[in-house]
Every structure is written in structure tokens, then in C-alpha cells.
Nanobody, 125 residues
């Protein structure tokens, strides 16, 4: 079992910044897992935001966040982060951390087997 706990969400004005954190734990969790961030806005499907391989050699971003968001990880601490800058109202969503039991990173949410409860991010205009 893998447990993921997100934190760092909140209310911010457009143009502001937030840093999301994801703490991973569990008997079966390994720092070799690929990790990702996804988000879901009201009335919309869950969508890919960013993903990172265990070695950090492969990092992917959705076009909508490229240049504004940065994903990173600290394998020694089993932590994954999402630095979000220049936030826009359309970034408003519940943000989820996800883990994939593989060294191969992907953007497909169906390939991630473990999910956190999510943290709300609200960007006001």
C-alpha cells in the first residue's frame, strides 16, 4: 500500500504563487516510483499537469502550465513538489498527487495506481 498526502493548497490572487507538497509513504513505496500531479476542476475530467521520473531525467508538463509550473522531488524524503507561479483563474481545481509503480514516467492517469486525497487550489481574478 502507498499513501500520498498533499498539502499547500489555498486561495491566491491571479498572478500569485503556491507550492504544493506530496508526502509519500507505505510499505511498498519506493523512491523509484514515477510521480505525477493531476487536477480536476468542477464539471471537468481529471487532467494531467506534470510528471517526473525517479531520476528526474524525464519531466513532462501539460502545455497549459509549461513555463509557469515546476515539478520536483526529494527521494531521500519521499516528497514531491509542484511550484506554481503566475497562477490564473483557470488553474482553479483540486490537485492530486499520484504514484506509478514504474521507473517509466507517463502522462496517462490510468497508469498511476496510487492517489492522494487532493488539495484545493483557488485562484481569484
Amino acid at each position: 500500500q502507498v499513501q500520498l498526502v498533499e498539502s499547500g493548497g489555498g486561495l491566491v490572487q491571479a498572478g500569485g504563487s503556491l507550492r504544493l507538497s506530496c508526502a509519500a509513504s507505505g510499505r511498498t513505496f519506493s523512491s523509484y516510483y514515477a510521480m505525477g500531479w493531476f487536477r480536476q476542476a468542477p464539471g471537468k475530467e481529471r487532467e494531467f499537469v506534470a510528471a517526473i521520473s525517479w531520476s528526474r531525467a524525464n519531466i513532462y508538463y501539460a502545455d497549459s502550465v509549461k513555463g509557469r509550473f515546476t515539478i520536483s522531488r526529494d527521494n531521500a524524503k519521499n516528497m514531491v513538489y509542484l511550484q506554481m507561479n503566475s497562477l490564473k483563474p483557470e488553474d482553479t481545481a483540486v490537485y492530486y498527487c499520484a504514484a506509478k509503480n514504474s521507473v517509466v514516467v507517463t502522462v496517462d492517469p490510468s497508469e498511476f495506481g496510487s492517489w492522494g486525497q487532493g488539495t484545493q487550489v483557488t485562484v481569484s481574478s
